[in-house]
Antibody, heavy 118, light 111 residues
Framework: QVQLQESGPGLVKPSETLSLTCTVSGGSISNYYWSWIRQPAGKGLEWIGRIYTSGSTNYNPSLKSRVTMSVDTSKNQFSLKLSSVTAADTAVYYC????????????WGQGTLVTVSS | QSALTQPASVSGSPGQSITISCTGT?????????VSWYQQHPGKAPKVMIYEVSKRPSGVSNRFSGSKSGNTASLTISGLQAEDEADYYCCSYAGSSTLVVFGGGTKLTVL
């Protein structure tokens, strides 16, 4: 069974860079797309972007200027960096597998809360 | 404001059927059979219930079904059970510019 686990600082200062890593276990990270999705408290889901194991990326146009994703297949990990954060970036951040052919996100991490505050 | 429109809440009694709508545009729901639905219980990660409009992943109850007509997709849950009480989100591919859009979510209450 594929499992995903997010890790990273739970508190980030305004204007700094949010950095998260997702570790995949129970299966290989290779030959799949991997995404980051966030959810502010009490609100809906927002797709941030996806990365293929070749390193090819697609980002949400509304966040594209601040987002960088990377993958480390040797560690079965992929990562998210979001720069110049503000309080509006406070959310639970999920990593997920997919979407394959833009179809669905089939495996999700448990989520990690990141708060932007000084 | 979310790109896809869902009712904020729906409710039903155990055993009944309910339908949650997800309205988009001709640029997303209307153009692609790439609508998926996610169930989210409080404090938990979302779980895919339907993908590609009407396909059910292995392990998902056949009480869950999906359909689409024009720019509106729908999730139907039949034989409502207490465990179905959760938030439900639709999601669609939206073309090469916007890529992925979610609905605002619908809170299902089982009375």
């Amino acid at each position: 069974q594929v499992q995903l686990q997010e890790s990273g600082p739970g508190l980030v200062k305004p204007s700094e860079t949010l950095s998260l890593t997702c570790t995949v276990s129970g299966g290989s990270i290779s030959n799949y797309y991997w995404s980051w999705i966030r959810q502010p408290a009490g609100k809906g889901l927002e797709w941030i972007g996806r990365i293929y194991t070749s390193g090819s990326t697609n980002y949400n146009p509304s966040l594209k200027s601040r987002v960088t994703m990377s993958v480390d297949t040797s560690k079965n990990q992929f990562s998210l960096k979001l720069s110049s954060v503000t309080a509006a970036d406070t959310a639970v951040y999920y990593c997920a597998r997919g979407p394959v052919n833009w179809g669905a996100f089939d495996y999700w991490g448990q989520g990690t809360l990141v708060t932007v505050s000084s | 404001q979310s790109a896809l429109t869902q009712p904020a809440s729906v409710s039903g009694s155990p055993g009944q059927s309910i339908t949650i709508s997800c309205t988009g545009t001709s640029s997303d729901v209307g153009s692609y059979n790439l609508v998926s639905w996610y169930q989210q219980h409080p404090g938990k990660a979302p779980k895919v219930m339907i993908y590609e409009v009407s396909k059910r992943p292995s392990g998902v109850s056949n009480r869950f079904s999906g359909s689409k007509s024009g720019n509106t997709a729908s999730l139907t849950i039949s034989g409502l059970q207490a465990e179905d009480e959760a938030d439900y989100y639709c999601c669609s591919y939206a073309g090469s510019s916007t890529l992925v859009v979610f609905g605002g979510g619908t809170k299902l209450t089982v009375l």
